[in-house]
């Protein structure tokens, strides 16, 4: 089924930038659709952006629409996710999930306070 690792995670002020990625192995990356999701404390897992094999078809939550961009390198098998303006409701745990097969990544840890 193969597997997907995030990085890109920091602690950041409210305004600051960031690009999250994530690589995914053991798998045919190119056919594959693959969606952001986070995770606030005490909150329930959110959908963020999602990116199809044709990588002209994005989606968007409405949080995210205007700030983040999702986009994909097929060649270097990873997705990213560029984040900017942040806000200090955008904390929480990042985590990159494989459309249709259901594997997600460790995550990884964003924390935007002043």
């Known amino acids: 089924q193969g597997h997907l690792v995030e990085s890109g995670g920091a602690s950041v002020q409210p305004g600051d930038s960031l690009r999250l990625s994530c690589v995914g192995a053991?798998?045919?990356?190119?056919?594959?659709?693959f969606s952001w999701y986070r995770q606030a404390p005490g909150k329930e897992r959110e959908h963020v952006a999602t990116i199809y094999s044709t990588e002209t078809l994005k989606e968007y939550s409405d949080s995210a629409k205007g700030r983040f961009t999702i986009s994909r390198d097929n060649r270097r098998s990873t997705v990213y996710l560029q984040m900017t303006d942040l806000k200090p409701e955008d904390t929480g745990v990042y985590y990159c999930h494989r459309m249709n097969y259901d594997t997600w990544g460790q995550g990884t840890q964003v924390t935007v306070s002043s």
């Open positions: 053991g798998f045919t990356f190119s056919d594959a659709a």
